[in-house]
């Protein structure tokens, strides 16, 4: 039996480990029992209730098997080791959790696995075809696709292995006693499988795979532009790699390869339309929300859509505007009549009466020793409308006689 | 003691007046016409006095005799004034209908500022903090005003007197009036409130905020409090509260808390030409000029057939996002991918006119007009001796050795040193290895930050010679008198196929509305005054018959607007020159609904509803007692409300017997071709304007 597994080791990653489950579960060939969806949990999520009923349930749903593990608390041996190394590789520090990517060795239920980070995409069905590719691999044998920054070591979010509980245990030693190169898994799992890091003292070994399982995105290489064309039918699965994941950046955030970021997102709102329409989880709500700016929940909103969407959200000179771009003003309603109606309502203007912080005005003129806000009377204490000739400044005004023939509203 | 309702005194304040500064010196001196000849010389114009353009543009006029004036109380007031100090210059503006202006001359009372400041603070509440030079001169002004108004309503008590206000520079008179109990009727219209305008430029998602915005705060923030505390006073103390669209009265309603009372449309002053078909000649006339500039531009790369080539083109105010120059980029890239998949032969120049910061035209270009030039002058010179040839040989024969009638052999003809001086020429031509004919025609100061280049080197549309959509950008006015591509603005229009102006933010959008007079087909959007106005007058999808092409940037999200501006566009390429020759008729015909004489009759109802408030007896009393309802009120103004129908098909002329004979081919009031059918072409569009040669004496006979 075969495992696809993926890990999810904290709550900021739940839309991509949803979507990976949602997209893997429309590839599988229905019926067949050959390839099991397995998902390693950190336990801390479902103990601390981070995740939530609604996302657990539909994590259940989506997957065939659910493992828990302990996360690898930040005063374990393991971590402080590479706590410097990890620093150097910005502020990811929840790389450290990958660790928990070690626990795969363990999963001695399948034949082999196939473990995919949860910021991937496979693009269709042909991504299992990577397990024609080690038909005979062996335990000292990891399958893996060369890391774009470094072709010599391997990228581990997408790899092949064969669970062995021996290996797991020379893999925990070594991570306990090694430092990582990058501080965290890729490094020690190169350190371990790469004979290009361990110069032959192991017997172990890497199995090349084709780039096309594991495209790397953003690609800063000159080659990358091409490529992806010329290559445009065979990619099999798309990487978002760096801290500009999908669904942090709304469906806009990249100016990367919209193509496949665009795709991610349609797969993800059919998602969310599926499984969470009711009853919605609060992280997952604010995501749809903020992305799509749409009303999912009638709460207390009005505040926060004014903090988020006051500033348009496209920018031409980076990309072309986004799908899932909400409308520009389906809420103007210009049928409204505006007719000449002979009914003149009066409105009270009060535009003054509010105490206004403007930062151009010193002072006004006509009471220099105080501000705006103390000098004008509240709309409560003046009562509306009630006529009082104001002093004369014109010469005519001086003619008290004169009684004006028109009427006005306020009299 | 009442007023004569019906022969009221109207009186006009801007500060455009005779000054030409934006948008209203356009609305106030194309709609003087029909104002000057509905009221006479009960017609006034105020404004401030700007001692340039008064030169330029008022004939003076002796306001110390009374022949001059037509009400004499309007001269008493200005006496009155003037003896207390007040200066101005009383005139004729020189424009069609030639108005008289009454211009005041804010210096001579400068004095009253600080009274006048502390006067608005108290009976208004408006604050005016020291060195906004903009709002002291408002202030001034409107104080003025407010002066004169007063005199005249006290010495003038026959007359009902109307005073109309544009924008808030002119506004500050109108809560004076209310607040002094000055006896005029006030209107106020905006052509775009200030805040909308501030936000926009901002760029924030207006429209979906415009409920949400803390107007006060907004105001303060960008330091404009004071002006917008004015703009909303006028609003709400005029009479009848008046915008440009229905956009804009929506935001006015939000911004400035009170809902217009009705909607006074920008019109234009539709010249007619005599001949149907003249405004076609001129576009075949200008886009020769343009087709001159596009040889110098493209020299070296000249690979594309002018007979297929199509103009289309953005103009306005460099407001990237405001204008939708944006969403035309990006959909000129689509549409480049389209027309180069579908493998079309149709090319397509797009020309972005917006003036942004420049140091004059690249040596580029200047160079590329200078060698087509050379070439035409060179093959111009070339000619003649070969024509001279030609003749010399035919008189020869057949003597001294001229065997044949005619020259044979182009040897004869050409001579090596001609050759020599062509080939130069044609070599001058080429363009350095590796480049390409540029975008701009201009030196741009910020070249790098610039939202338009950056935009264009995101889509990569460097008009490649595989591109089948070049790009133009002309980052200056356009005038007669430049040294490349020297049009005026409305000789380019004429030139180019289509207008494109997919604006966000565009309170009325008097450039599609230029082009629909000249027979010029544009894109629009319904989030633009105009597009939402023709939306609302012809009907639904049968706009874009008559080359008003409305893109939706309400329901639609960005992405899906550019899509439909792309089929728009791509729908516009496909045409053949019949069906452009065709639409070109459909929309000139449009031109009729533009027209003041049409467009003027909203700002007779507003007048009306104006004088029906200040004035509710004497109202009733003239229509007979009844009350009115919004349905006479249209009838009153003589403006039957009729949507523009789909074109009326109608069989072919007896000539086209084929055409009939296919019995599908139908033409359309744009298929006619003679004058005869022309000059009955009213009556294919329903229109049924009721406003003709002796309308406007039928408004007046409604007072």
Redesign the interface.
Same mark, same amino acid.
């Given at each position: 039996m075969l495992g696809v597994v993926t890990l999810l080791y904290s709550s900021d990653y739940l839309p991509g480990t949803l979507t990976l489950a949602y997209q893997l579960r429309k590839l599988l060939p229905k019926g067949s029992h050959e390839k099991k969806l397995c998902l390693i949990l950190s336990e801390e999520l479902v103990e601390e209730g981070q995740l939530g009923d609604t996302a657990l349930n539909v994590l259940e749903t989506l997957f065939d098997e659910i493992v828990q593990f302990k996360p690898i608390g930040l005063s374990d041996p393991i971590i402080k080791q590479n706590q410097i190394n990890l620093m150097m590789l910005e502020n990811r520090s929840e790389l450290a959790f990958t660790f928990l990517k070690l626990h795969l060795w363990e999963l001695t239920q399948y034949d082999k696995v196939l473990y995919l980070d949860s910021d991937v995409l496979p693009l269709d069905s042909d991504i299992f075809k990577i397990f024609d590719h080690v038909s005979s691999q062996t335990s000292d044998q990891i399958a893996a696709v060369p890391d774009c920054g470094w072709p010599d070591l391997f990228n581990s979010g997408v790899m092949v292995i064969k669970p062995n509980k021996e290996k797991y245990k020379e893999l925990h030693d070594m991570a306990t006693k090694e430092l990582s190169i990058d501080g965290a898994d890729q490094g020690i799992l190169n350190q371990f499988f790469n004979p290009m890091c361990h110069d032959g003292n192991r017997l172990t070994e890497w199995i090349r795979l084709p780039f096309f399982y594991n495209v790397t995105s953003p690609n800063a290489g000159y080659q990358y532009s091409p490529a992806i064309k010329f290559f445009a039918n065979k990619l099999k699965l798309v990487h978002f790699i760096g801290k500009n994941k999908p669904w942090k950046h709304g469906s806009t955030g990249g100016i990367y390869n919209d193509k496949y970021r665009n795709q991610w997102w349609s797969l993800y709102m059919e998602l969310c339309q599926q499984y969470f329409q009711s009853e919605l989880d609060i992280d997952i709500d604010q995501l749809c929300r903020k992305t799509k700016?749409v009303n999912l929940s009638s709460d207390d909103r009005?505040e926060e859509?004014?903090a988020v969407? %006051? %500033?348009? @959200?496209?920018n031409? $000179?980076?990309?072309?505007?986004?799908?899932?771009?909400?409308? =520009? !003003?389906?809420?103007?309603?210009?049928a #409204?009549s *505006?007719?000449?109606?002979?009914e003149?309502v009066v409105?009270p203007?009060d535009?003054?009466? #509010?105490p206004?912080?403007? %930062?151009?005005? #010193?002072e006004?003129?006509?009471?220099s020793d105080t501000t705006?806000g103390d000098v004008?009377p509240s709309v409560e204490e003046e009562p509306l409308p009630h006529?009082e000739?104001?002093k004369p400044?014109?010469?005519?005004?001086l003619?008290t006689d004169?009684?004006?023939?028109?009427?006005?509203?306020?009299d | 003691? %009442?007023?004569d309702i019906v022969n009221h005194l109207l009186f006009e304040v801007a500060t455009e007046v005779a000054n030409k500064v934006g948008g209203i010196y356009s609305v106030l001196k194309s709609k003087a016409p029909i104002t000057c000849k509905q009221y006479g010389l009960k017609y006034l114009l105020m404004g401030p006095l700007n001692p340039q353009s008064v030169q330029i543009e008022v004939e003076p006029v002796d306001w110390e005799d009374e022949a001059n004036f037509h009400v004499k109380e309007v001269q008493w007031s200005l006496r @009155?004034m003037h003896n207390?100090g007040v200066r101005f210059t009383y005139g004729r503006w020189l424009i069609d209908g030639a108005p008289m202006v009454i211009l005041f001359d804010l210096n001579s009372v400068r004095s009253y500022l600080?009274?006048?400041?502390?006067?608005l603070?108290?009976?208004?509440?408006?604050?005016?903090? =020291?060195g906004?030079f903009e709002t002291s001169d408002a202030i001034l002004l409107g104080y003025t005003v407010?002066?004169f108004l007063? =005199?005249l309503?006290?010495m003038n008590?026959t007359n $009902?007197i109307v005073a109309h206000f544009h924008e808030w520079l002119a506004g500050v008179a109108i809560p004076l009036c209310?607040?002094?109990?000055?006896?005029?009727?006030t209107i106020f219209t905006t052509h775009a409130t200030l805040l909308g305008r501030y936000l926009c430029a901002g760029?924030?998602?207006f429209?979906?905020?415009?409920?949400?915005f803390d107007v006060?705060?907004e105001?303060?923030?960008r330091?404009? *409090?004071?002006r917008?505390?004015i703009e909303?006073?006028a609003a709400?103390?005029s009479?009848v509260f008046t915008t440009v669209s229905?956009?804009t009265?929506?935001e006015s309603e939000y911004l400035l808390?009170?809902?217009?009372?009705?909607?006074l449309p920008n019109g234009l002053n539709v010249v007619k030409f005599q001949a149907v078909h003249e405004f076609q000649n001129l576009h075949a006339l200008k886009k020769e000029k343009i087709n001159d500039f596009i040889r110098g531009h493209f020299h070296g790369q000249f690979d594309f057939d002018l007979e297929k080539t199509l103009y289309f083109f953005i103009a306005g105010r460099y407001e990237y996002?405001n204008k939708g120059a944006?969403m035309f980029?990006?959909s000129l890239a689509r549409l480049n991918h389209r027309l180069k998949a579908s493998g079309s032969k149709m090319t397509v120049v797009a020309f972005i006119i917006m003036p942004a910061k420049n140091k004059s035209y690249t040596i580029d270009e200047l160079g590329g007009q200078a060698v087509v030039r050379q070439l035409e002058n060179s093959v111009k010179d070339v000619t003649q001796l070969i024509s001279k040839r030609i003749f010399e040989h035919a008189m020869r024969y057949p003597h001294n050795g001229t065997k044949t009638e005619i020259p044979t052999s182009l040897d004869e003809l050409l001579k090596p040193s001609d050759k020599v001086q062509l080939k130069k020429r044609v070599f001058a031509l080429r363009r350095p290895e590796g480049t390409l004919p540029p975008i701009v025609t201009h030196n741009m100061v910020e070249d790098a930050t610039d939202?338009v280049l950056?935009?264009i080197?995101?889509?990569q549309l460097f008009n490649n010679s595989y591109d089948r959509v070049k790009i133009i950008f002309h980052p200056a006015f356009l005038n007669a008198n430049n040294p490349i591509l020297s049009l005026d603005y409305d000789e380019f229009v004429r030139g180019c196929h289509l207008g494109v102006f997919p604006s966000?933010y565009e309170p009325w959008g008097y450039t599609p509305a230029e082009c629909t007079v000249m027979g010029i087909p544009s894109i629009t959007t319904n989030?633009s005054g105009f597009g939402?106005y023709m939306e609302d007058l012809i009907e639904k999808d049968q706009a874009k018959d008559y080359g008003i092409y409305i893109v939706d940037?309400?329901?639609?999200?960005?992405?899906e607007?550019?899509e439909q501006l792309v089929d728009y566009m791509e729908d516009f390429v496909h045409k053949t020159r019949r069906q452009r020759i065709n639409q070109r008729n459909r929309t000139e015909r449009l031109s009729d609904l533009l027209d003041w004489r049409r467009m003027g009759l909203e700002y007779v #109802?507003?007048r009306?509803?104006a004088l029906?408030? !200040?004035?509710?007896d004497e109202f009733k009393e003239l229509t007979g007692g009844t009350e009115?309802d919004?349905s006479n009120?249209d009838t009153l103004a003589g403006n039957p409300k009729v949507k523009v129908a789909r074109p009326l098909s109608v069989p072919g002329s007896p000539k086209d017997s084929r055409a009939s004979s296919v019995g599908a081919v139908m033409m359309t009031p744009g298929d006619l071709g003679t004058l005869q059918d022309a000059n009955n072409a009213d009556d294919y569009f329903h229109l049924s304007m009721g406003v003709d040669e002796d309308a406007e004496d039928d408004e007046q006979s409604n007072y």
């Open positions: 700016g009005s859509i004014l969407n %006051t %500033t348009p @959200s496209w031409p $000179a980076a990309e072309p505007p986004s799908k899932y771009l909400p409308a =520009e !003003a389906p809420n103007l309603n210009i #409204k *505006y007719n000449w109606e002979s003149l409105i203007d535009t003054p009466m #509010k206004v912080k403007d %930062t151009s005005i #010193k006004p003129i006509a009471s705006i004008i006529y000739r104001p400044i014109f010469p005519w005004e003619n004169y009684k004006p023939s028109r009427v006005f509203p306020d | 003691m %009442t007023r @009155s207390r600080n009274e006048w400041k502390a006067d603070w108290e009976i208004a509440g408006i604050p005016s903090p =020291e906004d407010a002066w007063g =005199e309503a006290h008590q $009902a209310r607040k002094r109990r000055i006896d005029v009727v760029n924030v998602d429209y979906n905020n415009l409920d949400k006060d705060a105001a303060g923030k330091g404009i *409090y004071h917008y505390c909303r006073a709400h103390s009479d229905q956009i009265a929506y808390k009170r809902k217009p009372d009705g909607i996002r944006d980029i990006e939202p950056n935009q080197r995101r889509v966000y989030l939402a940037r309400r329901f639609k999200n960005p992405n607007s550019v #109802k507003a009306q509803l029906r408030r !200040a004035y509710p009115l919004d009120m």
